[in-house]
C-alpha cells in the first residue's frame, strides 16, 4: 500500500509549522522560490507515476507466479518487523548506489540539489528512480507479501521527512541508532568531509558497519546543495541535468570500453587526460552564494497564488486520475508539468517568463472541458481564469515587463 498520498497532507501542515516556528525564533530557513522548487519536484514525482507504468507491481506478479513462491503471512509482526530492518538495509545500499554510481546519480541528484534545508526538502524528490526494484527481488524471492514490502517502502519514506530540519540538534544515544536530524544533515552537506556519508533511511548503523558515517561537527557547519550548483528552478532540467552531462562525458570519452563504464562508475569519472564536464567547473563550497535571482513583490505573490493553484490542481489529479482515462490523465499531467516549469522560469527572472504564463493560462482554457466540472466549479475555475490574465495585465501596466523580472540567468 502506498501510504505516501494519506500522509502528504501532515507533510504541507508540519512544513507551515516550522515554518512559522523559524520566524518566530527568527531563524528561517525558507526561500520563496527554494521552496516552491522543491514542492514542485515533489509534486512532478507523484504526477510521473500516473502516466509512466512502474515495474515493481508487475515484476513481484511475474516472479510469484512463474516461480510458485511460498508467502510468508501478512498478518505476522515478525513479517512486518523483519521486512522493516531488511529493507532498510537495502535500501541503505540503494542509497549508496545512487551516489556512488553516475548512472544512479543522475536517479537521485534531484534530491540534493536544495542549498535550504527544511522539511520542504524532504519532498524534492525525483521522477527518474527506474533502477529500485532490483533490491525489491529479494524480498520477491523471499517471500514477504507485495502489501507489505510497499508498505514498509513508504513507512521508510515517511519517517525520512522528520529528518529534514536544522531547528533539531543532536538527539544524544539515539544518534548511534537511528538517522537523525543531525547525520541527516551531513549527508546533504557538501563540504568536502560530508559528501557521499550517511546514507541509512532509519538507522544509521549501516553507515557505522560499513565505514560510510560522518557525524556533525560543530567546527565545520554544513554547507547544503551540490558540489557544482544547480543553478535553475525548471523541475525538468533538474531531474535530467546529470544525464545530459553524462551523455556529453560519454560523447568526449574516447574508447568504447570507456565509454560503456563510464555510466558504473563515479560520477564525474572520465578516462585520463579528459576532465569531467561536472568536476571541471566545481567550486570550493565556501566560494558559492546560493542560487537567488531577484524578483519584484508583484512577481512572487503572482507566482505564489498561481502555484497554490497547481498544487490544488495536482492533489485532485492524484486522486480522481484512477478513475480516468489514460489520455485524459495525460494531457492533465502534461498541463501541470508545464505549470510548474512556468512557475520555474518566472522564479528565475527569465525574459520570456511573462509569454510562458501566457501560454500556460491559454493552456487552461482549452482544459476546461476535459476536466469536466460541475457548473459550480466551472464558475470558479472561470473566475481564475479572468482574476489570473487581469492580475497578469494590470502587473505588466503598472510596472513593466522589465520591473516583473529584473534578474536575467543562463542554464549552467
Known amino acids: 500500500m502506498d501510504l505516501i498520498v494519506y500522509a502528504i497532507p501532515v507533510f504541507l501542515l508540519l512544513i507551515l509549522v516550522e515554518f512559522s516556528y523559524g520566524l518566530l525564533c527568527a531563524r528561517n530557513t525558507y526561500r520563496l522560490n527554494d521552496t516552491i522548487n522543491s514542492l514542485s519536484m515533489g509534486t512532478l514525482s507523484r504526477l510521473q507515476a500516473l502516466v509512466v507504468f512502474g515495474t515493481s507491481a508487475g515484476l513481484y506478479e511475474v516472479v510469484a507466479t512463474t516461480f510458485r513462491l511460498t508467502q510468508l503471512s501478512g498478518q505476522s509482526l515478525w513479517t512486518w518487523l523483519s521486512c522493516f530492518v531488511l529493507y532498510d538495509l537495502a535500501y541503505y545500499w540503494k542509497h549508496r548506489w545512487g551516489h556512488e554510481v553516475a548512472l544512479f546519480w543522475g536517479a ?11 522539511l520542504g526538502t524532504a519532498l524534492r524528490q525525483t521522477s527518474t528512480d527506474f533502477y529500485s526494484f532490483i533490491f525489491y527481488l529479494p524480498f520477491f524471492a523471499a517471500g514477504f507479501p507485495g502489501e507489505v514490502l510497499f508498505s514498509v517502502v513508504s513507512l521508510n519514506l515517511i519517517y525520512q521527512f522528520w529528518v529534514h530540519t536544522e531547528h533539531i540538534q543532536k538527539l544524544g544515544p539515539l544518534e548511534w541508532l537511528l538517522v537523525t536530524p543531525s547525520n541527516h544533515r551531513v549527508h546533504h552537506g557538501r563540504n568536502e568531509q560530508y559528501i557521499d556519508r550517511n546514507y541509512g533511511g ?17 567546527e565545520e557547519p554544513v554547507i547544503f546543495g551540490l558540489s557544482k550548483p544547480l543553478k ?10 546529470v544525464y545530459w552531462r553524462l551523455a556529453l562525458d560519454c560523447w568526449h570519452t574516447p574508447g568504447l570500453a570507456n565509454k560503456l563504464v563510464l555510466p558504473l562508475r563515479r560520477p564525474g569519472w572520465r578516462a585520463p587526460g579528459y576532465p569531467s564536464t561536472c568536476q571541471s567547473k566545481r567550486i570550493h563550497p565556501t566560494k558559492v552564494e546560493k542560487f537567488n535571482p531577484h524578483i519584484n513583490s508583484f512577481g512572487r505573490i503572482y507566482v505564489f497564488g498561481q502555484f497554490l493553484v497547481t498544487t490544488g490542481l495536482a492533489l485532485y489529479t492524484i486522486i480522481n486520475a484512477p478513475g480516468w482515462g489514460y489520455q485524459k490523465t495525460v494531457w492533465i499531467v502534461g498541463f501541470l508539468t508545464y505549470s510548474l516549469c512556468a512557475h520555474g522560469f518566472w522564479l528565475e527572472g527569465r525574459p520570456y517568463s511573462v509569454l510562458h504564463e501566457l501560454l500556460r493560462l491559454g493552456g487552461a482554457i482549452l482544459l476546461l472541458p476535459l476536466i469536466q466540472l460541475t457548473a459550480g466549479y466551472q464558475l470558479v475555475y472561470s473566475g481564475y481564469l479572468i482574476g489570473s490574465l487581469t492580475l497578469l495585465w494590470v502587473g505588466m501596466r503598472k510596472v ?12 549552467p
Do not use: K, M
Open 108 to 118: 537521485h541528484v534531484a534530491h540534493h540539489q536544495s542549498e535550504d534545508f527544511n
Open 400 to 411: 513593466g515587463q522589465s520591473g516583473i523580472v529584473t534578474h536575467t540567468s543562463l542554464y
Open 232 to 241: 535553475s528552478w525548471n523541475p525538468l532540467w533538474a531531474n535530467g541535468h
Open 202 to 218: 532509519v538507522f544509521i548503523i549501516w553507515d557505522r558497519l560499513f565505514g560510510t558515517f560522518q557525524a556533525e561537527l560543530a
